[in-house]
């Protein structure tokens, strides 16, 4: 046709999630089909995060608070911050937009280890900025010099997933220190921490030290993951007020809606929750590594609930016959990693089925 979408829409491709259960269900007949594919929480959500979403449906001809205050009180006060530190997002994806459109312009660069979490570069592609890409890893360390050697004057942000999407590896305390020390001023640091409250390692960072000590940094959460509340897109971001009241500037209005903010509010509220699904993912993560290294395979060391496996051969083949069998898990080659496969930690039944199907199928 004659009406054509802008020039830096051409770059960009498709965000490509897991499959949907009953869309496996349907295309292969198969009823009991199991998602170990998009890192969720297998215990669900809080059930009183389901309750106050419940105790909201009698006002949903109202408004939802365009501010967030109660929620941001609640994550400003289990946190130690305020307030005005605070942007609450319709999940951490829109965030990363919403930063883009604060932040980007089009003679900027920014700089990404890969592979990681696919919306940093949707967000250049958008803004028509330059995505630099370096290496993730060097051994097996982030590679802090050569993140700092692709830095030059136009660069306004670094992404920093840690623990990271696919690998589950993360960047350890001294080593994000030495980047934020050795960062220039004009560059802003975008800390991804979907995955934060899952790290055990001593020696993590989840980075809100350097929020609290004024660094040019913003921490990206999420209630997607360990809250179990992906299905209502609750995400925040924390930094030094003058870079929220940028993002607030571009964002819409009413972009939480009331249910969202109420069991989010509920969700923080609920600790024995918050342990249970951690200590069940400790111990499924462990299930999981072991099962898939007695059958031959690598897994990355993870901090995360899921594990970044590499077969040694093409894994398009395994993932399509696992999904045929009802296991869905993610193709490493939508990184261009195309002998892994990324699996998220399920439940101790999920993990055994996993693991039943790889071993009937190797
Ligand atoms: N950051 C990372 C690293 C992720 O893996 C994800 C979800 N896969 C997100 C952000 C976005 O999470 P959500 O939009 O569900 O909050």
Avoid at 26 to 42: C, D, F, H
Wanted: hydrophobic letters at 40%.
């Amino acid at each position: 046709g004659s009406i054509r979408p802008r020039e830096a829409l051409q770059v960009m491709k498709p965000y490509s999630p897991g499959k949907p259960i009953w869309e496996v269900q349907q295309e292969w007949g198969l009823e009991k089909v199991i998602k170990l594919a998009s890192n969720e929480n297998p215990l669900g959500p809080s059930p009183k995060a389901a309750a106050a979403i419940q105790a909201c449906l009698s006002d949903l001809n109202r408004y939802p608070d365009a501010d967030t205050s109660v929620l941001k009180e609640a994550i400003a006060a289990k946190l130690g911050f305020t307030s005005e530190q605070l942007i609450v997002t319709n999940g951490a994806g829109e965030l990363i937009t919403l930063i883009s459109e604060a932040f980007l312009e089009a003679n900027d660069e920014i700089v990404v280890p890969s592979p990681t979490f696919s919306e940093y570069e949707f967000g250049a592609a958008l803004m028509g900025t330059r995505l630099i890409t370096v290496p993730l890893l060097t051994k097996d360390r982030y590679d802090v010099d050569g993140i700092l050697a692709a830095v030059t004057e136009r660069t306004k942000i670094v992404y920093i997933c840690s623990p990271n999407n696919p690998t589950g590896t993360y960047m350890s305390k001294p080593e994000l220190q030495r980047l934020m020390d050795t960062l220039p001023g004009h560059v802003l640091t975008v800390f991804d921490g979907a995955y934060s409250e899952f790290a055990d390692a001593a020696d993590y960072s989840d980075g809100l030290e350097l929020v609290r000590r004024g660094y040019p940094i913003l921490i990206i959460r999420t209630f997607s993951k360990v809250y179990g509340l992906a299905g209502i897109r609750v995400g925040y971001g924390i930094a030094d007020g003058s870079i929220v009241n940028a993002i607030r500037q571009v964002k819409e209005p009413f972009n939480v809606n009331a249910l969202a903010q109420a069991g989010a509010i509920a969700a923080l509220e609920d600790d024995e929750h918050l342990e249970a699904t951690r200590e069940s993912n400790r111990r499924g993560r462990k299930q999981l590594y072991e099962g898939l290294s007695q059958l031959g395979m690598h897994c990355e060391e993870s901090m995360s609930n899921f594990l970044w496996v590499r077969l040694g051969t093409d894994a398009g083949l395994l993932y399509n016959q696992l999904m045929q069998r009802g296991v869905i898990v993610r193709y490493g080659g939508n990184w261009g990693y195309p002998e892994h496969v990324r699996i998220s930690v399920g439940s101790f039944e999920e993990n055994e089925r996993l693991l039943k199907e790889l071993r009937t199928l190797l």
